[in-house]
């Protein structure tokens, strides 16, 4: 079984089990203090694996689902079966981190689901495709243009700094995903920019 399908399962599962059991919730989801002080470094993994509500985690896991099959082979073939989950896991930390740092002394700050991991997918597929046709709120759109009007989104929200949604998440995934990628295969760079220059 691929191992996408392995992670979007389990999410899933831990997910609606959350949705009506607020001590698990507590539990996992990325609560500062519960880092700095009780030093529950698990949370900042198993933060990616809880959601806000159905719509949330359908968002997530539809995009996972899509744009992960398409490049977990790239990471099998490079480090192996397990190299996905590595890639993976790397995300959902790579991207809470710098949040993490900033709330740390943060009792009312709470922060959850898979979307910083999930940016990071999304932007390894754009360094593989970066003019595939993908739909967006029913819009088809390239990927590329995708990717540099999310990063722009992103930032101005982040900005903004209103809302419930952690846009930082999605800008340090996303970062980590191309840098992640180029490390593990730096010939991946010229390949992008010939792809760039070739919109056909």
Known sequence: MPITLVIIAITCIVSFMAFN??????DLILWPPAITRQREYHRLVTYGVVHADFGHLLFNMFTLFFFGRAVEGFFTDRLGTFGFVLFYIGGLVASILPTYLKNRDNPKYRSLGASGAVSAVLFTYVLFSPWSRIIVLVIPMPAIVYAVLYTVYSIYMDRR??????HSAHLWGAAYGVLFTLLVEPRVLPYFLNALSHPG
């Open 21 to 26: 059991n607020s001590r698990l919730m507590n």
């Open 161 to 166: 700094g209103q809302g419930n949604v952690n």
